[in-house]
């Protein structure tokens, strides 16, 4: 996912150096960005908490040294960037987005691990936020981690293939 999210940055730096004029350069950077911007949602740790001012000089800093070194068009969408990064986060707490990544990823390891298991290792906060099915929510928060990683072309979207055993 990470080098996802720095092949969608990457592309967006790639572009601003080809000095497209705005009406070109717009339609392919903002799906670009907004797909680093989603998967960033998922690889943040919510227990790391990062000041507004911290986000702001990063985004300055980073605006300055692509400007400085003679990129155009990067200024422009240091707004954007500020409205991604700085404006209400939408959806589920966060805290579920990391215990699905690494559910997901133990998933894939071992398709023989069951969601109760899988719920019990990677999501023990669930007993705090009084979740009556920690195993279900888990499972529909890496539902919507896979609709991501689809979306993105990312490999690990597919359900693991299960033994065709009897059905209990």
């Given at each position: 996912?990470l080098?996802?999210l720095?092949?969608?940055?990457?592309e967006v730096?790639?572009?601003s150096?080809?000095?497209?004029p705005?009406?070109?350069?717009?339609?392919?950077a903002v799906?670009?960005?907004a797909?680093?911007?989603e998967?960033t949602a998922w690889?943040v740790?919510?227990?790391i908490?990062?000041?507004?001012s911290e986000?702001?000089?990063d985004?300055?800093?980073?605006?300055n040294?692509?400007?400085?070194?003679g990129?155009?068009?990067?200024?422009?969408?240091?707004?954007?960037?500020r409205k991604?990064?700085l404006?209400k986060?939408r959806?589920?707490p966060?805290e579920r987005?990391?215990?699905?990544?690494e559910?997901l990823?133990?998933l894939?390891?071992?398709?023989?691990?069951?969601?109760e298991?899988?719920?019990e290792?990677f999501y023990?906060?669930?007993?705090?936020?009084?979740?009556?099915?920690?195993?279900q929510?888990l499972?529909q928060?890496?539902i919507?981690?896979?609709k991501?990683?689809k979306?993105c072309?990312?490999?690990?979207?597919?359900?693991p293939?299960r033994h065709?055993?009897?059905r209990?």
């Amino acid at each position: 996912m990470l080098s996802a999210l720095f092949a969608r940055v990457l592309e967006v730096i790639r572009l601003s150096a080809l000095n497209l004029p705005a009406e070109d350069f717009w339609p392919k950077a903002v799906p670009l960005l907004a797909e680093a911007n989603e998967l960033t949602a998922w690889l943040v740790d919510p227990k790391i908490e990062v000041s507004v001012s911290e986000i702001q000089a990063d985004i300055d800093s980073w605006v300055n040294a692509y400007v400085s070194a003679g990129l155009k068009g990067v200024a422009d969408y240091a707004e954007t960037l500020r409205k991604a990064w700085l404006g209400k986060r939408r959806g589920r707490p966060p805290e579920r987005r990391q215990a699905a990544v690494e559910a997901l990823e133990a998933l894939l390891a071992d398709p023989t691990l069951t969601w109760e298991g899988l719920a019990e290792k990677f999501y023990s906060s669930a007993r705090d936020e009084n979740i009556d099915s920690p195993a279900q929510a888990l499972r529909q928060e890496v539902i919507a981690l896979r609709k991501v990683l689809k979306k993105c072309g990312i490999p690990g979207w597919k359900p693991p293939e299960r033994h065709p055993g009897p059905r209990k």
